[in-house]
Nanobody, 124 residues
Framework: VQLQASGGGLVQAGGSLRLSCAAS????????KGWFRQAPGKEREFVAV????????YYADSVKGRFTISRDNAKNTAYLQMNSLKPEDTAVYYC??????????????????WGQGTLVTVSS
Protein backbone atom coordinates (compact mmCIF):
# COMPACT_ATOMS: atom_id res chain seq x y z
CA VAL A 1 0.00 0.00 0.00
CA GLN A 2 1.24 3.45 -0.91
CA LEU A 3 -0.26 6.70 0.32
CA GLN A 4 0.34 9.75 -1.83
CA ALA A 5 -0.21 13.09 -0.15
CA SER A 6 -0.41 16.26 -2.22
CA GLY A 7 -1.62 19.84 -2.10
CA GLY A 8 0.93 21.47 0.14
CA GLY A 9 2.63 24.74 -0.69
CA LEU A 10 3.37 28.27 0.38
CA VAL A 11 0.45 30.47 1.42
CA GLN A 12 0.02 33.73 3.28
CA ALA A 13 -1.60 33.84 6.68
CA GLY A 14 -5.36 33.77 6.32
CA GLY A 15 -5.18 31.75 3.13
CA SER A 16 -6.39 28.26 2.32
CA LEU A 17 -5.02 24.98 1.04
CA ARG A 18 -6.58 21.60 0.34
CA LEU A 19 -4.57 18.48 0.94
CA SER A 20 -5.36 15.14 -0.65
CA CYS A 21 -4.22 11.64 0.20
CA ALA A 22 -4.86 8.75 -2.15
CA ALA A 23 -4.13 5.11 -1.50
CA SER A 24 -2.81 2.84 -4.23
CA UNK A 25 -1.65 -0.71 -4.51
CA UNK A 26 -3.33 -3.43 -2.48
CA UNK A 27 -5.85 -1.17 -0.77
CA UNK A 28 -8.56 -3.67 0.14
CA UNK A 29 -9.23 -3.33 3.85
CA UNK A 30 -7.05 -0.24 4.14
CA UNK A 31 -8.74 2.96 5.26
CA UNK A 32 -7.17 6.35 4.72
CA LYS A 33 -8.50 8.47 7.53
CA GLY A 34 -6.02 10.53 9.51
CA TRP A 35 -3.94 13.65 9.11
CA PHE A 36 -0.97 14.50 11.29
CA ARG A 37 1.70 17.16 11.10
CA GLN A 38 5.25 17.66 12.22
CA ALA A 39 6.90 21.03 12.61
CA PRO A 40 10.69 21.38 12.71
CA GLY A 41 12.07 20.21 16.03
CA LYS A 42 8.71 18.93 17.23
CA GLU A 43 7.02 15.58 17.46
CA ARG A 44 4.39 14.45 14.99
CA GLU A 45 0.97 15.53 16.24
CA PHE A 46 -2.62 14.69 15.48
CA VAL A 47 -4.60 17.07 13.28
CA ALA A 48 -7.82 15.36 12.20
CA VAL A 49 -9.40 11.97 11.68
CA UNK A 50 -12.55 10.69 10.01
CA UNK A 51 -14.08 7.24 10.13
CA UNK A 52 -14.86 5.13 7.07
CA UNK A 53 -18.51 6.15 6.95
CA UNK A 54 -17.68 9.83 7.18
CA UNK A 55 -20.09 10.13 10.06
CA UNK A 56 -17.52 10.84 12.75
CA UNK A 57 -14.69 13.32 12.58
CA TYR A 58 -12.43 14.74 15.25
CA TYR A 59 -10.00 17.60 15.27
CA ALA A 60 -7.13 18.89 17.33
CA ASP A 61 -8.19 21.94 19.33
CA SER A 62 -5.65 24.03 17.46
CA VAL A 63 -7.40 23.51 14.10
CA LYS A 64 -11.02 23.14 15.14
CA GLY A 65 -13.26 25.50 13.20
CA ARG A 66 -10.61 26.13 10.54
CA PHE A 67 -9.85 22.68 9.09
CA THR A 68 -12.31 20.18 7.64
CA ILE A 69 -11.56 16.54 6.93
CA SER A 70 -13.56 14.60 4.36
CA ARG A 71 -13.29 11.44 2.31
CA ASP A 72 -14.26 9.82 -0.97
CA ASN A 73 -14.64 6.11 -0.36
CA ALA A 74 -14.86 5.25 -4.05
CA LYS A 75 -11.38 6.68 -4.46
CA ASN A 76 -10.09 5.67 -1.01
CA THR A 77 -8.96 9.25 -0.69
CA ALA A 78 -9.03 11.62 2.24
CA TYR A 79 -8.93 15.39 2.09
CA LEU A 80 -8.03 18.15 4.49
CA GLN A 81 -9.44 21.58 3.72
CA MET A 82 -7.41 24.15 5.62
CA ASN A 83 -8.80 27.68 5.95
CA SER A 84 -7.66 30.72 7.90
CA LEU A 85 -4.13 29.36 7.97
CA LYS A 86 -1.72 30.67 10.56
CA PRO A 87 2.09 30.68 10.63
CA GLU A 88 1.95 28.11 13.42
CA ASP A 89 0.28 25.71 10.98
CA THR A 90 3.59 25.46 9.12
CA ALA A 91 4.66 21.81 9.10
CA VAL A 92 4.98 18.69 7.03
CA TYR A 93 1.55 17.13 6.86
CA TYR A 94 1.22 13.36 6.79
CA CYS A 95 -1.79 11.23 5.99
CA UNK A 96 -2.31 7.90 7.68
CA UNK A 97 -4.31 4.74 7.15
CA UNK A 98 -5.24 1.72 9.18
CA UNK A 99 -7.27 -1.47 8.89
CA UNK A 100 -10.03 -0.53 11.32
CA UNK A 101 -12.86 1.26 9.49
CA UNK A 102 -14.79 2.51 12.51
CA UNK A 103 -11.84 3.66 14.62
CA UNK A 104 -10.99 7.31 14.96
CA UNK A 105 -7.67 7.08 16.73
CA UNK A 106 -5.61 10.16 17.37
CA UNK A 107 -2.39 8.41 18.33
CA UNK A 108 0.47 8.11 15.86
CA UNK A 109 1.12 4.51 16.90
CA UNK A 110 -2.43 3.50 15.97
CA UNK A 111 -1.75 3.78 12.25
CA UNK A 112 -0.15 1.18 10.02
CA UNK A 113 0.48 3.14 6.83
CA TRP A 114 1.82 6.63 6.21
CA GLY A 115 2.15 8.97 3.28
CA GLN A 116 5.43 10.67 2.43
CA GLY A 117 4.33 14.05 3.72
CA THR A 118 3.56 17.33 2.03
CA LEU A 119 5.03 20.63 3.22
CA VAL A 120 2.72 23.47 4.18
CA THR A 121 4.37 26.83 4.78
CA VAL A 122 2.31 29.76 6.03
CA SER A 123 3.98 33.14 5.87
CA SER A 124 3.04 36.01 8.16
Amino acid sequence: VQLQASGGGLVQAGGSLRLSCAASGRTFGIYVKGWFRQAPGKEREFVAVIDWSGGSAYYADSVKGRFTISRDNAKNTAYLQMNSLKPEDTAVYYCAADTKPADTNTAVLSYDFWGQGTLVTVSS
